[in-house]
């Protein structure tokens, strides 16, 4: 965007300048249609067309705020509007106003937070990650600056995937796209990425506000991301000695390397770490306890309230950053006094109750009877959540089985179908969205008069459903569209032949003996096309149409094996030689990638009889497709 002050954009009234990039600037306004207050996200326009790789970021700043614009959940920054004028260079999104401040500015408050608070945190921004998992969205961006946080302890998460190139990892300055020490080893390393990125991020998040440092450190960013990706996470120390006991091993679990053996959800690292609120802390004094989570822990209640509160008070420097935060002031006083009254509630509670021994005495661990019992109950319902098609829910009683019984098998084997179950639901969710999309396609084309694209969209969603019966009519009405258009383009080549005038009478006979002489050689009638397709996106439909007639469709998938029963997506090669009528011809190529609208190339070239053309096509990583005739 300009870097002169203005006092509009669009039609929102600039009023602050809240905050600047490399990138662009974000800015404080007002709509004046309702008069609502939002935070405008600009992206700056003074660069070359020929920049590709800030044109391609310019257009995954757009596409990828389409995504986040889907989402509406309590603890995600909501996107009001989306602006991008190429022609007047003008590209912002409109999005919610916070109040309040970031995670990354509490952090360099000098108090600890309360374990309490963390959980609190977590738990808020698990909610919203698994939201935005469960309708194919993943932020690939999960750091302290995008966690704001409200004087009420409220939870927006904000820049939702807008972060990171889909060919790239670089910015014109060279720097790696995103923040590397909250990125993921796969992230990294260039592989392919999904939700559980996030979580591992999540976790990278977790160890901070807990430790005040963060898990993998270096004089530089080659030593950062080598120990991302090969390294433990730094030990936690002797900060664990006052923190619960199991802590380590959540820890752990949410940094695996291997997404694989990371948290399923983020939901699920949220659930026990609430296991871990009421358990018992260890002692100040003397040698710190063995950190595992195998000890019998005091069962937790879920909390009833969307958004768990703190039970113990922040300290004074935390307080006055929230008192920056609010306004009027009273709200402020209001809220501290709430906390005084909830500690002297708590206070009267304690000292009304039965005394307690002199010195802590830890509860006594469960009869083997009792914890056989609870274990089988926590099993029944997790398999009763599961038939009731809420393995999120079902994951949280696994967990409560396991702090009693972890090396169960039977508490294994259920843990291992309850996350099964976890992967379908996301698998069906996500093929949900490409059908939906397939069939929005399809319908968009037919509407515009293009029944190829229309019959591609079509096959796409049948070869992910083949029993899907929109899919089948929108087909059929695509397929009976193309066969009226070639029957009118025969009917207009049709030229009645011309009238054979009537022979002359001969005034003479003529006898003329005429030496016969060899037939001319046949001239050939067909040349072949052959068809030479590079791919760096690993999975889709190529299909090719020559004039009206489909030569090529074809899926691929394109992939390695990397292990027992694994494999990583790569690029791959497909070629053809197809036999053509000479003539001179419009080849027209449609591809179709998982999640995008199917890229259509049109190439008019000539066929020579007996010769040989070469088709070249070439799909770069973020689906955009290109296609020479040579």
Known sequence: MPSSPMSKLGRYEILEELGKGAMGVVYLARDPLIGRLVALKTFRAGFSPQDQELEQFRSRFMREAQSAGILSHPNIVTIHDIVDEAESGVCFIAMEYVRGSNLKLLLQQPEPLPFEFVVSIVSQVGDALDYAHSRGVIHRDVKPANILITAENKVKITDFGIARLGSS????????????NYMSPEQIQGREVDHRADIFSLGVVLYEMLIRRKPFQGENLTVVTHRIVHEPFAPPGEILQRLPQGLGAVLARALEKDPARRYPAASALAADLQRLVRAPLPAAAGPAEPDDDTAATQEIPRPEEETPAPARGIGPALRRLFGRMRSPRGLLVTALAGLLLVAAVGLGLFLSGDRAPAAPVAPPAPAGTAVASEVTRRLDAARRLLQQGDPTAALGEVVAAEHLRGDDPVVRQVRHEVEEAIQAQRRTATLASRIAGGLAAAREALERGRPSEAKIAAEAVLALAPDQEEASQLLA?????????SERRRAARAVPPAPTPAPAVPTATVVTVV???PPPPPVAREGTLAIDFYTEVP???????????QIVREQFRFSKRTGFLRSEKQPGTLHFDKQLPSGRLVLRIYVAVPGQPTRAVSVAGEIAGGGRQALRIRVSPDGATTAELH
Do not use: F, I, S
């Open 539 to 549: 999975e889709g439909v190529l299909t090719v149409y020559a004039d009206d007639r």
């Open 477 to 485: 009405d695509a397929e009976r569209r193309l066969a009226l258009e």
């Open 515 to 517: 030496t016969p002489t």
């Open 169 to 180: 990892n670089l910015t014109m300055e060279g720097q790696l796209l995103g923040t590397p």
